[in-house]
């Protein structure tokens, strides 16, 4: 048996990006930190799904984009984190 991993950024880039575009954190020229994570390719496809959809619909903020049932992908507490990210 054998799970394959991505790398999952914390927030996600999308997300981050756009933060990183708010007039505070310019003006103080901060962008938000990231850091990566283990996250399986299935719900590496659903994040991404998720983020790429709220995208092209040009939602204002992404870090609220949810996903119903699967938003708990974006910022809830997975086993992965354990590790300590990178």
């Not at 994040?47 to 949810?66: C, I, P, T």
Request: net charge positive; with cysteine; glycine share 12%.
């Amino acid at each position: 048996l054998s799970t394959k991993f991505h790398g999952d950024h914390i927030p996600p880039v999308s997300v981050a990006k756009q933060m990183s575009q708010q007039t505070w954190r310019k003006f103080l020229d901060l962008t938000v930190p990231q850091k990566f994570y283990p996250q399986c390719v299935n719900c590496s496809g659903k994040q991404g799904s998720l983020l790429s959809k709220a995208v092209n619909e040009g939602m204002r903020n992404l870090s609220r984009a949810g996903g119903g049932k699967d938003g708990y992908f974006h910022s809830n507490f997975r086993i992965g984190h354990l590790t300590g990210g990178a």
